[in-house]
């Protein structure tokens, strides 16, 4: 085992001091809008801008409407100028940047920024998907508001305070006695499109147990001795994938048929020579982190 290979992650780099106590602050936004010092991240429908450096295109708040659906993220570690997100509305996006091409997805352009603006994209993507799809309250069906600083949505009717959420799940490298990992391929996905294993963790069930269920589930096997590597959020919408190795110990290799169709056993000298010709999972992604920490190697696909 290669366990010196550094675990790639780059979604997981920590950028901003979240300063949690300004949430509570009354009128923040109000002060940071007259202080003028707060730079101010506007996202469309999951989008950002970004600069000819390729980085992230922070709005000064005098062009920045506060109407718009703001969050305050934090104050950034090195310019320590508070960052607020802006989820603005079709309309003002267009103000701003008619041309729709200029906004940045993170699965795609995530690859090409800086750690911290990485980061600081991740965030707000996962605080701007639980606005968007948060708008009524679970118990009365009336439509929430957001406040503290866009960290809680509240129901007046009911009283209720509601809080972003964040969804476990465990993505897991399965290892067999011969050194090799066991690789699937959905069906929804391209022919020949492989990465590790991944499923939803369950309301009271363990991280562990879920590395051994979902193991059983999809892949008809027996897994053993999960041990965790690392996480990062993975914002689509709002999960957080937290990354295990786990032993393969018993039972025949059988695809679930559902989610998972095909499943094979990978050498590291088979996964190297087929690198170029397999899709195999993004540079972003921790599916790829936990290949190449097994593998003690960066893989070479001719990205
Ligand atoms: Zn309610």
């Known amino acids: ?20 106590l ?23 429908k999951g989008r950002v801008l970004l600069n000819s450096s390729n980085e992230l295109k922070f709005l000064p708040t005098s062009l920045v409407d506060r109407a718009s659906g703001l969050v305050y993220l934090g104050v950034h570690l090195e310019s320590e100028t508070p960052i607020v997100l802006a989820n603005v509305s ?6 701003f940047e008619p041309d729709s091409n200029n906004w940045h997805g993170l699965r795609r352009s995530g690859i090409g920024l800086s750690p911290s603006d990485a980061a600081i994209f991740t965030q707000a993507l996962a605080l701007a998907n639980w606005h968007e799809t948060h708008q009524h309250c679970p118990r009365c069906g009336g439509v929430t508001q957001a406040t503290r600083a866009g960290w809680v949505r509240y129901c007046s009717n009911d009283d209720l305070e509601l809080f972003p959420r964040t969804d476990p799940a465990v993505i897991v490298g399965v290892i067999d006695s011969e050194d090799r990992i066991l690789l699937g391929s959905q069906g929804v996905w391209e022919e020949n499109r492989y990465s590790i ?4 963790v369950e309301p009271g069930e363990s991280l562990e147990a879920a590395v051994v269920r979902e193991m059983n589930e999809e892949a008809g096997i027996v897994v053993a001795n999960p041990r965790y590597l690392g996480s990062q959020a993975w914002p689509f919408p709002f999960s957080l994938m937290l990354g295990y190795l786990a032993d393969y110990v ?8 559902q989610e998972i169709v095909k499943l094979r056993w990978f050498s590291k000298a088979e996964l190297r020579a087929e690198a170029k010709s397999l899709l195999l999972p993004g540079r972003l992604s921790i599916a790829r982190a936990i290949i190449e920490h097994w593998l003690g190697e960066e893989l070479d696909t001719g990205e």
Do not use: C
């Open 197 to 200: 294993l991944a499923g939803y």
């Open 90 to 95: 079709d309309e003002v996006a267009r103000e």
């Open 250 to 257: 018993g039972g025949t290799v059988t695809p679930d048929g």
């Open 1 to 20: 085992m290669s366990s010196e290979f550094k675990l790639n992650l780059p979604l997981a780099h920590i950028a901003l001091d979240r300063d949690y």
């Open 22 to 44: 300004k949430r509570e602050q009354e009128n923040l936004f109000h002060t940071l809008w007259e202080q003028g010092q707060a730079q101010v991240l506007p996202m469309s």
